[in-house]
């Protein structure tokens, strides 16, 4: 069994900057690929961020500059720096994971966390 763990989320205001961490344990070969995933109340799922093993990394066009995302394989964990917070920024982060780059960034990846809420406010 695959279990992913988010944490680091919280309210913050315009301007600030958060750290997200996702855990990764279980029964997953070491070679697979992570991704970061939001939703805001109201709207769909949205890709953030992904990251391979060797740490090549993809962003989305809304956050780049804003965003980096890093992994420690020997942690098994995947952060996610944020920076300049907007309120749009605002929802749920959720961490995927899947052998397969497609799936962590379309977002059928097949192992994913409960997420961690994120807050900005004006």
């Known amino acids: 069994q695959v279990k992913l763990v988010e944490s680091g989320g919280g309210s913050v205001q315009a301007g600030g900057s958060l750290t997200l961490s996702c855990r990764v344990s279980?029964?997953?070969?070491?070679?697979?690929?992570t991704g970061w995933f939001r939703q805001a109340p109201g709207k769909e799922r949205e890709w953030v961020a992904a990251?391979?093993?060797?740490?090549?990394?993809s962003y989305a066009d809304s956050v780049t500059d804003r965003v980096t995302v890093s992994r420690d394989n020997f942690k098994h964990t995947m952060y996610l720096q944020m920076g300049s917070l907007k309120p749009e920024d605002t929802g749920m982060y959720y961490c995927?994971?899947?052998?397969?780059?497609?799936?962590?960034?379309?977002?059928?990846?097949?192992?994913w966390g409960q997420g961690t809420q994120v807050t900005v406010s004006s």
């Open positions: 995927a994971a899947d052998y397969w780059w497609d799936a962590v960034v379309d977002g059928s990846a097949r192992f």
């Open positions: 279980g029964y997953i070969d070491d070679d697979y690929q």
């Open positions: 990251i391979d093993r060797s740490g090549s990394t």
